[in-house]
């Protein structure tokens, strides 16, 4: 016998777990899904009641959504209108148009450039005057100016972009008069931000409420079946063991609520769509309305399943000291 | 299997529940713990399992010093602890079964394995044929008896019981005594707490006497011939 041979140290007795099989999260993810299901159907009316506040609260949410979704496309259409138009006194020869317009186009936040000739300008004229145009008898269009009209990118309507843009754009030789409505590019912009602050603002007050209300309701629902958890506790479960289940079935709740809220908005825009028109002003179907995007849409499916799962998970917490 | 080691526990500040408790309890022991109401006797029992860590001494489970476990490695200690409440702790929306199976399910037992072994240990305490109603539907016999189901179906070392015969009749008392000496024979500790003389007088091998937290008595049966009664 090797008597150099490695002692064994002496075994000390632990309350070490033993390995089972279907051990470990994988292995028993299909067991807490099946028991999230069986506590499920145990208790409907709590997971009614749960489900359906997790619905309502993501209902005014997602409402809060679709209309500040549809207020930030009416405001990027009306920003369309942000311009500016650099006038000539004298017709631009051919040559000239395309210096020009290749100058200008260099500028950075152009989308856009198109020439106004003195003709084009007059039948607009006319056009506004509509009705009136024998005010315009006599009058011939080389009296109206040349002029260039400049729609900028997105990023560049702001009222100080268009400002920096015009003082570059001044520098070209040959531009001398410049408009660009300063006090409506000025009020519209103000009007866009507050809008955004206010949208955020109540927004962020909506979500609080609403995380508020699901992890009380949550709450409440793991508290009436706080002798579950405590028997559990009592024969031996892990905290993963207890908690995985009722983490799974937040997730379940969270989801289901957020699957309702989106279908019940989609039947309340259907509604408002087809309804609407006979007590407001404008048509709705025609007015470029439109549903929320589906990346909102997955959002807040996303949304609720982190909401159930959250609202059981801090719930959890207060109950479970294993 | 058990030993106290000095053992105090206070509540609060000035209110001790336990002072200075030294106790042995060998492996296939069957010890009753008596004395008045607030001697200490739940407080002791609930030192075993973990529900409560002493403020001084030691509490040994088979070599293992369970004031120094980790809140992770209090389940693991529970797996080899039966425990029988007084007020039963059972479930009252589930079934006999699910109650029961709820054991094995935690140690991560087999679907199949679980009906057996359930069924098996239902049959044992006489309740099989009520495995499907919910133990709201039975009477406290019947609950206890699933109580004690719960706590003996994954075979524990130890059984731990708190008033088990509280509220019930002569027959059903000698019923679950009876469980509590089949339990004993197959090498299971029991510890039973109770106040209930009668019970006590009866059966016991050795009893442990509290009084205001400390033990003022221990008595040992030299024989054990009340087992002719099983």
């Known amino acids: 016998m090797n008597k150099w041979k490695k002692k064994q140290p002496a075994t000390t007795k632990t309350f070490k777990r033993p390995t089972l099989a279907g051990d470990g999260f994988g292995g028993r993810a299909g067991f807490f899904l099946s028991r999230a299901l069986t506590n499920i159907r145990q208790n409907v009316f709590v997971n009614v009641v749960t489900v359906g506040t997790i619905t309502l609260a993501l209902l005014i949410v997602s409402l809060f959504l679709l209309v500040f979704v549809n207020l930030e496309s009416a405001a990027e259409n009306w920003s369309e209108r942000v311009q500016v138009t650099v006038y000539f006194d004298k017709d631009l020869t051919i040559q000239d148009q395309s210096t020009f317009r290749e100058k200008i186009s260099m500028l950075p936040g152009v989308s856009h450039v198109s020439y106004v000739t003195r003709d084009e300008a007059f039948k607009r004229f006319k056009n506004r005057l509509k009705g009136q145009e024998t005010l315009l008898d006599g009058v011939r269009s080389e009296v109206l100016p040349t002029s260039f009209e400049i729609a900028l990118k997105r990023s560049y309507r702001d009222t100080v972009s268009v400002e920096n843009f015009v003082t570059v754009l001044k520098r070209i030789p040959g531009i001398t008069e410049v408009q660009y409505g300063e ?8 009007f866009l931000n507050f809008m955004r602050l206010l949208g955020g603002l109540l927004g962020g007050f909506l979500v609080i409420a609403v995380i508020f209300i699901v992890s009380n309701t949550i709450k409440l629902t793991i508290y009436s079946r706080r002798d579950e958890l405590e028997v559990m506790a009592l024969v031996g479960a892990t905290s993963f063991f207890i908690k995985a289940p009722f983490l799974l079935e937040g997730l379940i ?25 006979s007590f407001l002003t404008f048509n709705p179907v025609t007015s470029g309305l439109s549903f929320l995007p589906l990346e909102y849409v997955a ?22 000291s294993v | 299997m058990i030993q106290l ?7 609060q500040q000035d209110a001790s529940a336990l002072n200075n408790i030294d106790l042995k309890i060998g492996k296939g022991e069957f010890v ?9 006797k739940t407080s002791l029992l609930r030192l075993l399992y973990g529900a409560l860590a002493p403020n001084r001494g030691q509490v040994l489970i088979d070599g293992q010093n369970i004031t120094r476990l980790s809140v992770s490695q209090i389940p693991l200690l529970r797996r080899s602890i039966g425990v029988v409440f007084q007020d039963f702790k059972l479930l009252q929306n589930r079934t006999v079964f699910e109650n029961v199976a709820i054991t094995l399910e935690v140690l991560g037992w087999g679907r199949a394995d679980i009906g057996k072994k359930t069924m098996h240990i239902l049959k044992q305490m006489g309740i099989e044929s009520k495995y499907n109603l919910v133990t709201q539907r039975l009477s406290g016999g019947e609950q206890q008896r699933v109580a004690l189901a719960r706590a003996l179906v994954n075979d524990p070392k130890i059984l731990l019981a708190d008033e088990p015969t509280g509220n019930l009749d002569d027959a059903n008392k000698n019923q679950i005594l009876n469980i509590f000496k089949e339990a004993n024979i197959r090498g299971t500790t029991v510890v039973v707490a109770t106040h209930d003389r009668r019970l006590i007088e009866q059966s016991y091998k050795r009893l ?5 937290g400390e033990i003022v008595e221990q008595v040992e049966k030299e024989t054990a011939s009340d087992d002719q009664d099983l």
């Open chain 1, 183 to 190: 006090e409506w590019v000025r009020r519209f912009n103000s």
């Open chain 1, 253 to 277: 709740q969270g989801m289901v609520g957020a699957i309702l809220s989106v279908v019940l908005l989609f039947g309340l825009y259907e509604g408002f769509l087809h309804n609407a028109g």
């Open chain 1, 299 to 320: 959002g807040l499916l996303l949304a609720g399943a982190l909401l159930g799962f959250i609202g059981s998970l801090t719930s959890l917490k207060r109950f479970i």
């Open chain 2, 5 to 11: 080691h000095n053992v105090s526990l206070a509540y």
């Open chain 2, 32 to 40: 009753f713990l008596t004395g008045p109401s607030g001697a200490g």
């Open chain 2, 208 to 212: 442990v006497t509290l009084n205001k």
